[in-house]
């Protein structure tokens, strides 16, 4: 089964090319960040609220287009922390919405792994009445959680890949 790399961490990766972003953007007081640990994974923390109307927070990679044909799935290593998540993905990044897919952790290391036809077109949480993801190539990915209470999270990341 031939793969490809959307992102591998590592200790001399650079992460500047992935950005947080709140429900802040809407006035809400949510915050995560993301850092690169010692030991080479991407980690997204920090607290999610509703006050506000907020109750999100996501992180984001943005890449020159990569062809998604001859690929079934999005394959990702991380550990989580016991709560739910969505996995995003745009097709081109002007797209106001994304295509997204929800996933659970246990708390261990584990490989999530979904498929390209599973994941469904959202925009500010409503679906959207389109067909879900059957296009050639994406741009954007992104984790996001938004379980409409307040928590605080941390999501470890070690590969994203397709497969």
């Not at 960040?33 to 997204?44: A, C, E, N, R, W």
């Not at 995003?88 to 290391?109: M, V």
Request: hydrophobic share 35%; net charge negative.
């Amino acid at each position: 089964m031939h793969t490809n790399i959307i992102f591998d961490f590592d200790s001399n990766k650079d992460i500047n090319t992935w950005s947080v972003v709140d429900d802040a953007v809407m006035g809400g007081m949510s915050n995560g960040t993301f850092q690169l640990s010692k030991d080479g994974h991407g980690v997204f923390t920090g607290y999610v609220t509703t006050e506000n109307n907020g109750g999100f927070s996501s992180v984001r990679y943005e890449f020159e287009k990569m062809s998604v044909e001859g690929y079934e799935n999005v394959v990702i290593k991380l550990k989580g922390d016991g709560k739910d998540y969505q996995f995003r993905i745009k097709a081109s990044r002007s797209d106001y919405y994304s295509y997204i897919r929800e996933f659970s952790t246990t708390g261990e290391w584990e490989e999530i792994s979904i498929p390209l036809s599973d994941f469904y077109p959202s925009f500010r949480g409503r679906k959207l009445n389109m067909s879900n993801f059957s296009r050639n190539s994406i741009e954007e990915v992104a984790f996001l959680i938004g379980n409409k209470k307040k928590e605080s999270f941390r999501l470890i990341i070690d590969k994203i890949e397709l497969k």
